[in-house]
């Protein structure tokens, strides 16, 4: 029996600073919607997109910050193969270890969702190695608590 888990990120802007991420889930088995989909709503007053494509190459630096204390969702995805280091080519001293993402398969996190954060420290810097043969496109949704 294939069981598939499909997972939506709908980012909504309400009035005022606040910026509402909605999670929807659904569950489908070969193909049957099983129950209705469920959504998860997180707010923050600060949101990050960044859709960039990553060459080929090793240890790309890519702008991107990030207090885990105060991170309230994150979505990952790439339409390619990646490494992705923090804070440090290769994770390092100061990093953790590498985030391995697939073509096409999301990194989805918010902090309702009882999961681990993919992220383990305070990011100040991404690195991003692509070994593909071919650009891959980038794209990070963060959703932040500014206060």
Known sequence: MLLLLGLLLVLLTVA???VTYDFVTTLSVNGVA???PRT????GGSDQAIREPMPIAADTPLAFACVIAKLKALRI?????????TNDVHGGAVGQAPILLAANTPILWNSSSGLANPLTANVTALYI???SAAI????IDKLEDPT
Do not use: M, R
Not at 77 to 85: L, R, T, V
Not at 136 to 139: I, K, S, Y
């Open 136 to 139: 891959v496109n980038l794209q």
């Open 77 to 85: 995805e790439a339409d390619g193969i990646i490494s992705i280091s």
């Open 129 to 131: 190695t692509n070994a």
């Open 34 to 36: 099983k129950g209705a």
């Open 16 to 18: 005022g600073a606040t």
């Open 40 to 43: 998860v709503s997180v707010s």
